[in-house]
């Protein structure tokens, strides 16, 4: 969609930004390690993560993930 941005920076930081109103659908690699999520929209720490109980709070590198993110969400992941 021309609504949706997901990127990974230099394989430590993945950045999934859904600015429509639908929910969009990201499918993605994602290099190998463990990934925290960092930041959602109501929060961001780089050091300690953020308490969510979200299934994608991590992810495991190394294989493809599947995620639907609700219109207007941001969510980001740094590799541990």
Do not use: C, M
């Amino acid at each position: 969609s021309k609504y949706q941005l997901g990127y990974i920076v230099d394989e430590q930081v993945l950045v999934l930004l859904n600015a429509g109103n639908e929910t969009g659908s990201f499918e993605f690699n994602l290099p190998e390690g463990e990934w925290k999520l960092i930041g959602n929209n109501q929060a961001i720490n780089h050091k300690k993560g953020i308490r969510t109980k979200e299934k994608t709070a991590t992810l495991k590198g190394g294989k493809t993930h599947s995620i639907n993110l609700d219109g207007t969400n941001l969510r980001i992941w740094l590799k541990q």
